[in-house]
T-cell receptor, first 111, second 113 residues
């Protein structure tokens, strides 16, 4: 089955700085790579996703990159703000219906 | 108007009891899931149903039994609760099976004493 590893487990950044979270996956059949954000005490919510036919995708201050050859993908948050503080999960999935999640990264943005 | 709703939000119970968590989605989605989030925040899939049919059944103790009376509902029944069952359980749905966006419920925090 798919194995997704996510680093770092915790990340503290100064407001306005950038944050980068990296994930690797093991199954070359994976073709869908979403990122979920979970604020304290709330449900995970999709913030951005990328499919294997695309190398990079951007949405305002958030960008994701995918390197299929190396089997890794990353989330980049620029100009971080206090409301970016949350747990971020990467995931990898394929057409066998199952998403495998990384262990999560707790991001703290210091004011 | 909540898209994926689950009840109860909190569940505190004694070891050995049997309890159920209910989930409903009003999005017209075909696929529903149960995820378990442990104290370290790790999200692990337990079950998935597509149009009432079980399609994913991970290595979960058979004390856990999902039931889907129709494609809008997926309930989770847990027998003989153990301390290690304490976690947050999330219901989720997606438009179809495969690589699509998951919509999560607000979670049920289960505490087994």
């Amino acid at each position: 089955g798919e194995n997704v590893e996510q680093h770092p487990s915790t990340l503290s950044v100064q407001e306005g700085d950038s944050a980068v979270i990296k994930c690797t996956y093991s199954d070359s059949a994976s073709n869908y790579f979403p990122w979920y954000k979970q604020e304290l005490g709330k449900r995970p919510q999709l913030i951005i996703d990328i499919r294997s036919n695309v190398g990079e995708k951007k949405d305002q201050r958030i960008a994701v990159t995918l390197n299929k050859t190396a089997k890794h993908f990353s989330l980049h948050i620029t100009e971080t703000q206090p409301e970016d503080s949350a747990v971020y999960f990467c995931a990898a999935g394929s057409n066998d219906y199952k998403l495998s999640f990384g262990a999560g990264t707790t991001v703290t943005v210091r004011a | 108007d909540t898209a994926v709703s689950q009840t109860p939000k909190y569940l505190v119970t004694q070891m050995g009891n049997d309890k159920s968590i209910k989930c409903e989605q009003n999005l017209g989605h075909d696929t529903m899931y149960w995820y378990k989030q442990d104290s370290k925040k790790f999200l692990k899939i337990m079950f998935s149903y597509n149009n009432k049919e079980l399609i994913i059944n991970e290595t979960v103790p058979n004390r856990f039994s999902p039931k889907s009376p129709d494609k809008a509902h997926l309930n989770l029944h847990i027998n003989s609760l153990e301390l290690g069952d304490s976690a947050v359980y999330f219901c989720a749905s997606s438009q179809r099976q495969g690589s699509t966006k998951l919509f999560f419920g607000s979670g049920t925090q289960l505490s087994v004493l």
